[in-house]
């Protein structure tokens, strides 16, 4: 996590290869209390503006959530924070994030659409985001 701007503006980094492996027996108990607490972290973090940073590299598809899992996260965050939230930057989308992102369009605002950007290189997400304050592992590095 780290700042942009007047120091108000989060910019959130999540990495999916650090998420667990859905052959987990408990995974659905992990991935609720990761989105509890990620829930929780967003309340506390963000005065105002903020930005996603989602790194997809290095993720193999079993680490990757789920799509009633993304829909669940998105129907639970309140409003403030989904209007605050100036853009979801996908670094590195998979063929299968793109697929769902294309088929779930029609069931998402218009608004939050707009705001989600592709970004293939970690050089291109240099030139959009202060990168002094974001840690990218060295697994996505690679």
């Known amino acids: 996590t780290g700042y942009y701007g007047d120091g108000l503006n989060a910019i959130i980094v999540?990495?999916?290869?650090?998420?667990?492996?859905?052959?987990?027996?408990?995974?659905?108990y992990v991935m609720e209390n990761l989105?509890?607490?990620v829930i929780s972290t967003l309340e506390l973090m963000v005065a105002e503006d903020y930005m996603i940073v989602y790194l997809n590299g290095a993720?193999?598809?079993r680490?990757?959530?789920?799509?009633g899992w993304l829909k669940k996260c998105?129907?639970?965050?309140?409003?403030?924070?989904?209007k605050n939230l100036k853009s979801f930057?996908?670094?590195?989308?998979?063929?299968?994030i793109r697929t769902i992102l294309a088929v779930t369009r029609?069931?998402?605002?218009?608004?939050?659409?707009?705001?989600i950007q592709y970004v293939n290189t970690l050089?291109?997400?240099?030139?959009?985001i202060p990168m002094e304050y974001v840690h990218i592992p060295d697994s996505i590095v690679k």
């Open 14 to 28: 999540f990495a999916a290869c650090f998420l667990p492996d859905s052959s987990r027996t408990d995974y659905n």
């Open 35 to 37: 989105f509890l607490y």
């Open 59 to 61: 993720t193999p598809r």
């Open 63 to 67: 680490r990757m959530p789920g799509l």
């Open 74 to 82: 998105y129907q639970m965050i309140d409003r403030r924070l989904r």
């Open 89 to 96: 930057i996908i670094v590195h989308p998979s063929w299968f």
């Open 106 to 115: 029609p069931f998402i605002s218009s608004k939050f659409s707009s705001k």
């Open 123 to 128: 050089a291109e997400l240099r030139e959009m």
